[in-house]
């Protein structure tokens, strides 16, 4: 890389981190200026300005922070106060973002719950809370109600669109309760003595690999999430930008509403992401930026020929997950001027920003900025799943290449806060001491990286993804990125399985395939893709994959489910016979059970 090139993108990095920075810098800990002053600034800035764009209806500034007054009055005409949280669970729309932002203003916390769990999921995240006020919507009350027995307390739900006919004792409706309040702002003094280290929200894991955790979103990281993206992206007032990702999320519920609501810009929400109307959307919307996760912009790629998929208006779209082999297709196919790729975690304090759009990177770390930016890389151990230590018990860390987890240092100021989860317990396994020096303390992201000669990040997989076979390390994220395109393959999700009498764990697919599926041209392609040891062992056949309301794969039901033929629906074929894989026989799988067949 020529030296102007080299000077093009530091300078591109240092302008993008110096937007960034000047956003967050006012955020302090001990301050008691909230999340709810910095939305209230921006109304008094952009008052006349469309807000946000549902489905049904747009609203201004002066609008939105009308109907976010009316729900913090509520709350304290329900004698909610800051030791409560309110849970969510509602579908995208502009009262969404009235409540949780209403609530903040009288002190109370609240709850981003997935709408798409039930029963005793659910639960699970309405106890581990403490939530006994329950805010929904007609979309969303009837899983409620199905949870209501496994809740551990006494449940009021309210209802937006609840019929008369519906209302019982602990299940009210909210229109009315709502549009009666005041929409005058609940007085300042309602917050005193709440400073940035007060909860604002919790937002849960996606539950990929279990029930979901409570992440603990005080108000400085709910600042810093939005202010940090509202410099970042360079959004000015004129920018409408387009989030079809769930707001239970951060990356849709604050990375993709800062841009619009801290800069005076439009935000366009939509229920649910469709890949048919994505572009149909776009045009009609007038949009200029999108927030995506790398899943939706898979789809995108996926989906044949739309018309109107290059006549948009947009010129940046931002996010996280765009894997390196889609990256490409879906900056050209769609005619996106420019991506900003991401990295960071709802609870954590690391982050990442690839501010030069270079692809496949998640983020750019300078040899000249290391001391100032809050990441390093540990060696890792795949087979204990902990950092290699050194004779005088300190962690290595990772060489240039080299794979090793991410970890961000434990600090008292908002780049290196860890505010943790709801469960203690969680928390303190998330945290690993005595790192570089004695006494110091490191969050643990469970995320494999590597990073290049010019200081770029990749990621590599999930700690507990990536597993041993062969005396070989296997990346089953790199596994699906080379079988995605594999003859007839539509969805690829990889994973390792033990296997009775062998080391490691053997590498297993389940496949989404188009037509008939053919195990010798799948073998093929995998040989000329895969090195032997990364080769599945095992193929599953599936009519489709479930997901998580992100768009993520649940594996630990996979992992669980194993390569029983018996246990699982859909065929299993296993490595060997003449055309490469053969269908795995109750009698072949007892022999590899009992041994006498080795893999």
Same mark, same amino acid.
């Given at each position: 890389?020529?030296?102007?090139?080299?000077?093009?993108?530091?300078?591109?990095?240092?302008?993008? +981190?110096?937007?960034?920075?000047?956003?967050?810098?006012?955020?302090?800990?001990?301050?008691?200026?909230?999340?709810?002053?910095?939305?209230?600034?921006?109304?008094?800035?952009?008052?006349?300005?469309?807000?946000?764009?549902?489905?049904?209806?747009?609203?201004?500034?002066?609008?939105?922070?009308?109907?976010?007054?009316?729900?913090?009055?509520?709350?304290?005409?329900?004698?909610?106060?800051?030791?409560?949280?309110?849970?969510?669970?509602?579908?995208?729309?502009?009262?969404?973002?009235?409540?949780?932002?209403?609530?903040?203003?009288?002190?109370?916390?609240?709850?981003?719950?997935?709408?798409?769990?039930?029963?005793?999921? +659910?639960? $699970?995240?309405?106890?581990?809370?403490?939530?006994?006020?329950?805010?929904?919507?007609?979309?969303?009350?009837?899983?409620?109600?199905? /949870?209501?027995?496994?809740?551990?307390?006494?449940?009021?739900?309210?209802?937006?669109?609840?019929?008369?006919?519906?209302?019982?004792?602990?299940?009210?409706?909210?229109?009315?309760?709502?549009?009666?309040?005041?929409?005058?702002?609940?007085?300042?003094?309602?917050?005193?003595?709440?400073?940035?280290?007060?909860?604002?929200?919790?937002?849960?894991?996606?539950?990929?690999?279990? +029930?979901?955790?409570?992440?603990?979103?005080?108000?400085?990281?709910?600042?810093?999430?939005?202010? /940090?993206?509202?410099?970042?992206?360079?959004?000015?007032?004129?920018?409408?930008?387009?989030?079809?990702?769930?707001?239970? $999320?951060?990356?849709?519920?604050?990375? =993709?509403?800062?841009? /619009? +609501?801290?800069?005076?810009?439009?935000?366009?929400?939509?229920?649910?992401?469709?890949?048919?109307?994505?572009?149909?959307?776009?045009?009609?919307?007038?949009?200029?930026?999108?927030?995506?996760?790398?899943?939706?912009?898979?789809?995108?790629?996926?989906?044949?020929?739309?018309?109107?998929?290059?006549?948009?208006?947009?010129?940046?779209?931002? =996010?996280? =997950?765009?894997?390196?082999?889609?990256?490409?297709?879906?900056?050209?196919?769609?005619?996106?001027?420019? @991506?900003?790729?991401?990295?960071?975690?709802?609870?954590?304090?690391?982050?990442?920003?690839?501010?030069?759009?270079?692809?496949?990177?998640?983020?750019?770390?300078?040899?000249?900025?290391?001391?100032?930016?809050?990441?390093?890389?540990?060696?890792?151990?795949?087979?204990?799943?902990?950092?290699?230590?050194? !004779?005088?018990?300190?962690?290595?860390?990772?060489?240039?290449?080299?794979?090793?987890?991410?970890?961000?240092? @434990?600090?008292?100021?908002?780049? $290196?806060?860890?505010?943790?989860?709801?469960?203690?317990?969680?928390?303190?396994?998330?945290?690993?001491?005595?790192?570089?020096?004695?006494?110091?303390?490191?969050?643990?992201?469970?995320?494999?990286?590597?990073?290049?000669?010019?200081?770029?990040?990749?990621?590599?997989?999930?700690?507990?993804?990536?597993?041993?076979?062969?005396?070989?390390?296997?990346?089953?994220?790199?596994?699906?990125?080379?079988?995605?395109?594999?003859?007839?393959?539509?969805?690829?999700?990889?994973?390792?399985?033990?296997?009775?009498?062998?080391?490691?764990?053997?590498?297993?697919?389940?496949?989404?395939?188009?037509?008939?599926?053919?195990?010798?041209?799948?073998?093929?392609?995998?040989?000329?893709?895969?090195?032997?040891?990364?080769?599945?062992?095992?193929?599953?056949?599936?009519?489709?994959?479930?997901?998580?309301?992100?768009?993520?794969?649940?594996?630990?039901?996979?992992?669980?489910?194993?390569?029983?033929?018996? !246990?699982?629906?859909?065929?299993?074929?296993?490595?060997?016979?003449?055309?490469?894989?053969?269908?795995?026989?109750?009698?072949?799988?007892?022999?590899?059970?009992?041994?006498?067949?080795?893999?």
């Amino acid at each position: 890389m020529g030296l102007a090139t080299n000077i093009r993108r530091d300078l591109t990095f240092v302008a993008g +981190l110096r937007r960034l920075l000047k956003r967050i810098k006012p955020i302090s800990l001990d301050s008691d200026v909230l999340i709810c002053d910095d939305f209230e600034e921006a109304v008094d800035r952009f008052g006349d300005n469309v807000a946000v764009e549902d489905e049904h209806r747009s609203l201004t500034y002066r609008d939105l922070d009308a109907m976010a007054n009316r729900y913090g009055h509520w709350a304290r005409s329900r004698n909610l106060r800051r030791s409560d949280v309110v849970g969510l669970v509602m579908s995208n729309r502009a009262e969404y973002l009235a409540a949780w932002l209403g609530f903040s203003k009288v002190g109370v916390a609240t709850a981003l719950i997935n709408t798409n769990l039930t029963g005793q999921a +659910l639960a $699970h995240c309405l106890n581990i809370a403490g939530i006994s006020n329950v805010v929904a919507d007609e979309d969303t009350w009837g899983r409620c109600e199905e /949870a209501r027995p496994f809740v551990t307390r006494t449940m009021m739900l309210w209802v937006l669109g609840l019929k008369d006919a519906d209302e019982i004792s602990e299940r009210r409706g909210l229109d009315n309760a709502v549009r009666s309040g005041s929409s005058v702002r609940p007085a300042r003094n309602l917050r005193d003595g709440i400073t940035n280290r007060d909860t604002a929200l919790f937002i849960y894991t996606s539950g990929t690999t279990g +029930l979901p955790k409570a992440a603990r979103i005080h108000h400085a990281r709910a600042r810093t999430y939005m202010r /940090a993206f509202a410099g970042a992206t360079a959004s000015t007032p004129q920018d409408r930008v387009l989030n079809v990702l769930p707001l239970y $999320h951060s990356t849709g519920g604050l990375v =993709g509403v800062g841009p /619009a +609501l801290l800069n005076g810009g439009r935000l366009i929400l939509r229920r649910r992401f469709s890949a048919s109307s994505f572009w149909r959307d776009a045009n009609a919307t007038g949009a200029t930026l999108f927030v995506y996760i790398g899943e939706l912009c898979r789809y995108l790629v996926n989906c044949p020929e739309q018309e109107g998929e290059r006549d948009h208006k947009i010129r940046l779209a931002f =996010g996280n =997950g765009l894997r390196p082999d889609v990256w490409p297709e879906f900056q050209s196919r769609f005619g996106i001027p420019d @991506i900003l790729e991401f990295y960071g975690s709802t609870e954590g304090n690391v982050s990442l920003f690839n501010f030069d759009g270079k692809p496949g990177a998640i983020g750019r770390v300078p040899k000249f900025l290391k001391k100032q930016l809050n990441i390093r890389l540990l060696a890792f151990d795949i087979e204990t799943e902990q950092p290699v230590r050194l !004779a005088n018990g300190l962690a290595r860390e990772a060489g240039v290449g080299e794979i090793g987890e991410a970890i961000g240092m @434990i600090g008292d100021d908002i780049r $290196h806060d860890f505010s943790g989860y709801a469960d203690k317990a969680a928390s303190e396994k998330k945290i690993l001491t005595d790192v570089f020096k004695r006494g110091d303390r490191w969050f643990r992201t469970g995320d494999l990286m590597r990073q290049d000669s010019e200081g770029y990040f990749y990621f590599i997989d999930r700690i507990g993804d990536t597993f041993r076979w062969k005396g070989e390390n296997v990346s089953t994220a790199e596994v699906e990125q080379r079988l995605v395109d594999a003859p007839g393959v539509k969805e690829v999700i990889a994973y390792g399985v033990p296997v009775p009498g062998a080391e490691g764990k053997a590498g297993m697919v389940t496949l989404v395939t188009e037509g008939r599926f053919s195990a010798k041209a799948f073998a093929v392609y995998a040989d000329e893709q895969l090195p032997p040891y990364a080769r599945p062992v095992f193929i599953r056949l599936a009519k489709e994959l479930e997901t998580t309301g992100t768009f993520k794969y649940r594996k630990i039901d996979l992992v669980a489910e194993g390569f029983d033929p018996a !246990a699982v629906d859909g065929a299993i074929y296993v490595r060997g016979g003449k055309t490469g894989y053969a269908k795995l026989t109750p009698d072949a799988f007892a022999a590899i059970q009992n041994g006498q067949t080795r893999l």
